[in-house]
C-alpha cells in the first residue's frame, strides 16, 4: 500500500477530508454568485460530473447574502472564498456556508481574524488558510518564495491554534509547480492538518491540464494532499474530469470509465484516432467503472485490449473485440463504434 501523510479528518458538510479519507475533487464556480439562480445551476451540472466540494466567490455583501438561496438548490458542501473584508464571511457563516477560504495576504490583523474564528468555532465550520504566491505579504529579508509561503500559513495556524480552533485545511499555491511541490512538502512536515492541492492560475484546460497534473500528480504520488482542484480557464466541469483523471491515473479513485488508446502509427490500417474520439465521447456519458481499450495494430493490440475489462484491436477492415481477457467477436470496419459499445454496454 502506498504512503500516504497521515493528517487530521475535518468534516465539511457531509464530506470527510483527511484523516485517511479518500482525496476530494472539488470545483469553484465561474458565475457571479450574486446571480443565485445562475450559481445554483452551474453547481448541479458540476454535481453531475462528479464535484464533491464546491467554492463561490464572495466579493459583497450580496454574494454572501446569496448563500441561503443557493444552497437551497445543491446537494454538495457550499465554500465561500472571502478575501479582504473579514464581515463578509461573518455573513456566509450566518448563511450556513459550509466552510470558509481566507487568504492571510489580505484577510486583515488579528483582531479580524479572531471574529472569523470564533464564529466559525461556533457553528463548526471549517476554514481553509488558502496561501497564494500572487497575494504574499510583501518580502522581508532574505527568505526564499516557498519560505515566505510557509511562513504566512503557519502564522495564520498558529493564530487559529491559540483560539482553540483545529478545523483547519490548509493550501499553497503558485503558477511554477517546482515552488508549488516544495512549499506542500515543507508545510506536510509541519502541521498535521489536510492539505488542498492545486496549481494556481494553471491556465486554459490543454496546457493547464498538464502543468497540473504534473504538480499535484507528484505530491499525491509523495502521499501528500487530501483534497484537489484544477483551476483552468473554461468550464468548471473540465477541472472536475481533469481531476477524476488525475486520480485514476494513480489508482487513487476511481470515477466513470477510462480509456486506453493506442496514438497510433504507420502500422495501424484504420483511422485509429477517429474511432478513439467517438469512444470516448460515448464514454463520457456513462458513469460505469470500466476499462476500454481501443487498439490499432498487432504490437501491443491484443494484450492491452485483453487485459481492459472490453477491448478491440483492430486490423485492416476488421477487429477482435476481447471481453474480460477472451475473444468474442470478429467484426467488420464498419461496425467497430456499434459493436464495442454494445459490448461497453453489456458489460
Known amino acids: 500500500m502506498r504512503f500516504r501523510r497521515a493528517s487530521r479528518a475535518i468534516q465539511i458538510g457531509d464530506v470527510t477530508i483527511g484523516g485517511g479519507a479518500k482525496i476530494v475533487v472539488q470545483s469553484m464556480t465561474k458565475t457571479d454568485t450574486r446571480d443565485a439562480r445562475a450559481t445554483t445551476d452551474q453547481i448541479c451540472q458540476l454535481e453531475e460530473c462528479g464535484c464533491q466540494l464546491v467554492r463561490v466567490a464572495v466579493p459583497d455583501r450580496e454574494a454572501a447574502e446569496a448563500i441561503p438561496a443557493i444552497k437551497r438548490g445543491i446537494d454538495i458542501p457550499l465554500i465561500a472564498d472571502i478575501h479582504f473584508d473579514y464581515r463578509l464571511a461573518l455573513l456566509a457563516l450566518e448563511g450556513g456556508i459550509d466552510g470558509l477560504r481566507i487568504n492571510p495576504g489580505n484577510i486583515g490583523d488579528r483582531e479580524r481574524i479572531k471574529k472569523v474564528v470564533v464564529a466559525a468555532k461556533e457553528r463548526e465550520v471549517p476554514i481553509r488558510i488558502g496561501v497564494n504566491f500572487g497575494s504574499l505579504p510583501p518580502a522581508t529579508g532574505q527568505r526564499s518564495v516557498v519560505e515566505r509561503m510557509v511562513d504566512a500559513a503557519m502564522e495564520e495556524v498558529e493564530i487559529f491554534e491559540s483560539l482553540d480552533f483545529e478545523l483547519i485545511k490548509v493550501s499553497l499555491k503558485a503558477f511554477d509547480v517546482p515552488t508549488t511541490i516544495e512549499a506542500n512538502r515543507s508545510i506536510a512536515q509541519k502541521m498535521p492538518y489536510p492539505l488542498h492541492l492545486g496549481i494556481t492560475e494553471a491556465g486554459t484546460p490543454k496546457r493547464g491540464a498538464i502543468r497540473s497534473a504534473v504538480g499535484i500528480g507528484i505530491l499525491l504520488h509523495e502521499g501528500i494532499g487530501d483534497t484537489i482542484r484544477v483551476s483552468l480557464t473554461g468550464d468548471p466541469c473540465e477541472e ?108
Not at 291 to 309: H, I, L, S, T, Y
Not at 320 to 334: L, P
Open 240 to 347: 472536475v474530469i481533469a481531476g477524476y483523471e488525475i486520480l485514476k491515473s494513480l489508482d487513487l479513485g476511481q470515477r466513470g470509465p477510462t480509456l486506453i488508446s493506442c496514438p497510433s502509427c504507420g502500422r495501424a490500417e484504420v483511422d485509429i484516432i477517429a474511432l478513439a474520439e467517438a469512444v470516448e465521447e460515448r464514454l463520457s456519458k456513462m458513469d460505469k467503472l470500466i476499462k476500454v481499450a481501443v487498439m490499432g495494430c498487432v504490437v501491443n493490440g491484443p494484450g492491452e485490449a485483453r487485459d481492459a475489462d472490453v477491448g478491440i484491436a483492430c486490423g485492416k477492415g476488421r477487429g477482435v473485440i476481447f471481453r474480460k481477457g477472451e475473444q468474442v467477436r470478429t467484426v467488420e470496419e464498419a461496425n467497430f463504434l456499434t459493436a464495442l459499445m454494445a459490448e461497453v454496454e453489456g458489460a
